[in-house]
């Protein structure tokens, strides 16, 4: 394609991400936002020696703290500097995706309409918007990074041969691939998926993709990276069932389910609806039938592909074969992780289906079926459809009083976005506290998930706040009957029927207690007070003498 220079292709790129990015700019801080940059203590203050060997997301992340303790040098107020550097993050690697769909042999206009799609994708919003989605953006920039420096460019691109190297060249190619493996997994986990689509290249585009020494450096980033990961996962807190309900399933039931979930994923890629801000339990509740019907599914998807590779469909084949490989560590398949489904998870995926359209448009050019203004309205009715879902996706992350309103209103099956609600009706959401509405939210948590641990605390503490001791402990006991082993609520629940003057339930429950925990000190010392209020009943009850 002539009709564009790179130059105009990388304007145009960027002009499309920050149409969608820039309205995000004057956003706040929003739900991870202030545990993860407000709340948290910025490196420096931390310590290096205690930075590296602490548990922050799990495995420690360390370049995305990193970059978001930079920002704090702007010394702008509120958010603002670190939606500015997510719109930059998103900027670079919305170009690196235009050039390595170049190195994977596509034609300057499947480049361009593969990064043009991938620019303004809505299921990248949270990505993007989310300043905790800084992770998702330097994971993906570390893993394309890597990826152009293994991939030698195509005989021939726009009449200009391509140049090769010696040692020092591959020395170079080793140094780059080394840093950008080591930015990838130390800005997230999920950039561990680099080897495989590193091998699914080679194996698709042959020998033009070098594996030895890209190999050698990533495997040097992955060791340094799961020696400083490891002590921090060993203290990592296990997930809970409304995040993940995979964590505690049987291999032979979360394999099957995860499938299914990849094909939620791979449907969300294609056509973006719906978006929702939380896909927790029960709003993601997938099948053991659903995920052998998935499994099928991906049995023929992956024939397809092989089926593209024979046909020397090199670049098509790539694009299908990417989007379940870069799931190798997010996608609950290999291991569980700490969600069942986020579309923030997308980021990196959903590559492959960008990529399989610009190879589509390239083989219908190629055959003379699609002239290059048709294949240009095409394009831009992808574009046209896709930035007003990003703009009005993006809008609800504007605030937390916009966020989790929003989040329950769209996700009304998901447990975890009505205890959010709740929380925020709680803390003055909305401009005044409302204990009674935070508790019709957490109530309705408790609809979906009887057992879920936090709703239960949140709603018989609140009860008791107000007055109302024995509601709060009949919360408690009702989930001592799902969990009936768990000291806090045991602890808690005695507190509040001694409050209610109901001492001999009190005493039962505190029995249990000392019984789980019988060297402890709290334990022995409700006890006693049970006891002692038991007595003062036992005395009050006494009929007085004539």
Not at 212 to 222: E, K, Q, T, Y
Not at 334 to 345: D, H, N, S, Y
Not at 503 to 521: F, I, V
């Amino acid at each position: 394609m002539r009709r564009f220079s790179p130059y105009a292709s990388c304007l145009l790129l960027i002009g499309l991400v920050w149409s969608t990015a820039a309205s995000s700019l004057n956003y706040e801080f929003v739900y991870d936002d202030v545990a993860v940059v407000v709340e948290r203590r910025p490196f420096w203050e931390e310590g290096l020696s205690n930075f590296f060997r602490s548990n922050h997301w799990g495995t420690g992340r360390q370049a995305t703290l990193v970059s978001l303790d930079l920002d704090r040098l702007w010394n702008d107020t509120g958010a603002r500097a670190f939606h500015r550097t997510n719109a930059v993050l998103a900027t670079l690697v919305t170009l690196l995706v235009w050039s390595l769909a170049r190195r994977f042999s596509l034609s300057a206009v499947g480049a361009l309409v593969t990064a043009a799609l991938f620019a303004v994708h809505p299921v990248h919003v949270d990505a993007v918007v989310a300043v905790v989605g800084r992770a998702e953006l330097l994971a993906a920039l570390g893993v394309l990074v890597a990826l152009l420096a293994s991939v030698d460019a195509p005989a021939v691109i726009d009449g200009a041969p391509a140049r090769c190297g010696g040692a020092a060249a591959q020395a170079r190619r080793f140094l780059l691939v080394l840093c950008a493996s080591l930015l990838g997994v130390f800005s997230k986990e999920s950039a561990a998926c680099l080897p495989i689509l590193l091998l699914a290249s080679r194996w698709a585009l042959g020998r033009r993709v070098k594996v030895a020494v890209p190999l050698a450096a990533i495997a040097i980033a992955l060791v340094l990276w799961a020696v400083s990961a490891a002590p921090s996962v060993g203290k990592g807190i296990t997930p809970e069932f409304v995040d993940n309900p995979l964590v505690s399933a049987p291999a032979f039931e979360r394999i099957p389910k995860a499938l299914a979930v990849l094909g939620d994923y791979f449907k969300l890629s294609l056509w973006p609806h719906p978006l929702l801000l939380d896909r927790s339990y029960a709003q993601t509740d997938p099948t053991v039938a659903g995920g052998h019907a998935a499994a099928l599914g991906w049995a023929a998807y992956c024939g397809v592909a092989l089926e593209l590779r024979r046909r020397k469909a090199r670049s098509a084949a790539l694009a299908l074969a990417w989007f379940p490989l870069a799931f190798a560590v997010s996608g609950n398949v290999v291991l569980p992780i700490g969600t069942i489904m986020a579309e923030r998870l997308l980021f990196l995926p959903s590559l492959g289906p960008c990529l399989l359209a610009g190879a589509a448009i390239d083989a219908a050019r190629r055959r003379g079926r699609l002239p290059y203004g048709v294949a240009a309205a095409i394009a831009a009715t992808g574009l046209a459809a896709f930035i007003p879902l990003f703009l009005t996706r993006a809008a609800v992350w504007a605030s937390n009083d916009v966020y989790l309103p929003a989040s329950a209103a769209a996700s009304p099956r998901s447990a975890k976005a009505w205890y959010d609600l709740g929380l925020w009706r709680a803390t003055g959401g909305g401009g005044q506290a409302s204990p009674e509405a935070a508790e019709a939210a957490w109530r309705r948590a408790l609809e979906i998930l009887p057992n879920f641990h936090r709703a239960n605390y949140e709603l018989a503490e609140s009860l008791g706040r107000r007055g109302q001791p024995l509601a709060g402990a009949e919360v408690y006991e009702r989930f001592l009957k799902e969990v009936p082993d768990d000291t806090g609520a045991l602890m808690n629940v005695t507190r509040l029927l001694l409050s209610a003057r109901q001492p001999r339930r009190a005493n039962a429950y505190a029995q249990r207690l000392l019984q789980l925990e019988p060297e402890s000190e709290a334990a022995r010392e409700t006890l006693l007070l049970t006891e002692a209020a038991l007595n003062r009943s036992q005395v009050q009850a006494l009929p007085v003498s004539p």
